[in-house]
Every structure is written in C-alpha cells, then in structure tokens.
C-alpha cells in the first residue's frame, strides 16, 4: 500500500450513504411527477374526446403531446437515477465487505489461527496427550492378561482324581444306556403305527 | 509525545460517546421519513429507537465501538429504506428495525 490513501480509500459509508439517498429521493419525486403527469394526460383525453370545437381539441392535443414528451424525459432521467443507485449500492456493498472481513479477521480466534507453528504445536501436543491416555490404557489391559497367564489352576480344587474318574465313567455308561433305549422305544413305536 | 499517539481508555470511551451521540441524530432524519408513512407501528417503533439509543452507555472497548458503528450502519440503511413510502419499502424498513434493535441488544449484553 502505497504512502498516499486513494480516494476509495477515503471514502466512507456515510458518504455513499448520503448520495443514494439523495438520488433515491430524486427518484420518488420523479416516480411522484409521472404519476401526476399520466393523470393529467388522462383527464385532458376525456376533455378532448368530449369537446366539440376544433380549436380547443387541438389545444388539448399540443398540451397532451407537451406532457408526454415531459413523460418521456423523465422516465429516461428515472432510468439513469436508477442505474446510478445500483452502482452506489453496489459501492456500498464493497466497503461493508471490507469492513467485514477486517473486523472478522481482527477477532482473536481469526489471529490464532493466523499462527501456523503455534497450532502445529498444539495439535501436536493434544495429540501427544491423547497417545499417552491410549497407552495407560493399553498397559494396564496387558498387565491383566499378564497377570491371568500367570494364573496356574490348582488341580486338586478343579482338577480330576481317580474316584471322579470313576464316577464320569459310570455317568457316560448311565448315558449310552438311556440313549439305546430312546432309540429302542423310538422305532417300536413306528412299527406300531405302520401296523396299524 | 511522539508521531503516533495511542488511544487512552478515556478517549476511547469519548469516542465511543461521540458516535452515539451521531447515531441519536440520525434517527431524527428516520423520524420525519417515518412520518410520511400512513404506519403508526413503524412511527412508534422509531421513536422507541430515539430513546434507547440516546441512553446507551459509552464504553472503551473495542467491541462495543465496532457494535455502535454497526448500528450507524444499520441506521443510515434504514434511511434509504424509508425514502420510499411503497408497501414493499415499509415491510423491507421493518425488517431492518428488527435487526436494529437485536444490535442494540446484542451490544448491550457485552457491557
């Protein structure tokens, strides 16, 4: 940026401000006259259609075509008021973007992320402290299985001896037994049914 | 004293005074426009405005002068809005009068 401000930099939104409303204002009046002036026009047609005299007809013509060529330049000058609004408007818009975006970049948040190596740093550090809360984690879950791997199984408690052997040996006798009946009792009753 | 001159808080809060006090003139001007409305709603509403921005307390922060220099920007859209008196202007008028006021309250909260 250069030593001297431009005059768009010394411009100010009051300024822009105070130009669209006065050319707004001028708009309205002009609005206001062409309402007036179609009214006219449209009375001075009614007296023309009812008048009988030539002269005054005629009369009531020139001053119909005088307002309508009126009607005509103000239109025109209504379109370029307009036209210039929009470019102010448009002025306007520039400088409350300018304005926005030094003000947003101005909030602490906005200079905070501006500091590249101090959010690296911090990232970084967020996620050094997040590894070491999965590492406390991940140690403590190896400690236990290291702890029940250690685990030896007392067998005289769980374990088998000779007189449990016995007995698991006569439960299976006990099973085989009950399932050969099942299987006996099972097709004898088929048989009964076909006989039938 | 040297070629730039910081901003005391004193005169920052002066500032900060002197705006609010430009802001207080201005909804003069968004009187007599109101006045030419047939809307008794808007004329009250801008005359509530008058009153509540005379008595908004002036402050040295930063934050609350960029909020005041919103509300003159608010205020001076206001002020085009209003040179037309059509139905469409009223409403569109209206709706700026609303975001005045959260302004001004917003403002108000951060003091």
Redesign the interface.
Known sequence: MGLFKSKYDKLSREEVVDAICKLEQEAQEIEDGLVTKQKQIDELMEKGKAERSKEVKLFYAKKINSLKADREQSVQRAMYLMYNIRLLQKLKSSIDDNQFFKNTAKTSLGNLLADQKGLAKFLNKTLGTRTSAEDVLTSADETFRAVEDAYEKNESIYGMNERDDELLAMFETEEQVDAEQEMFSGSAGKHAEKDE | MGLFHRKNDADKALRDRELISENAKSVDALAILAGQTDDSELKDEISKLKESLTYLIPSEEGKIY?YD?KI??RI??L??AM???DADAVQKAKKLLVQLKLLITDRNSKI
């Open positions: 960029d220099k003159g920007d001076d859209d002020r085009i040179i037309k008196t």
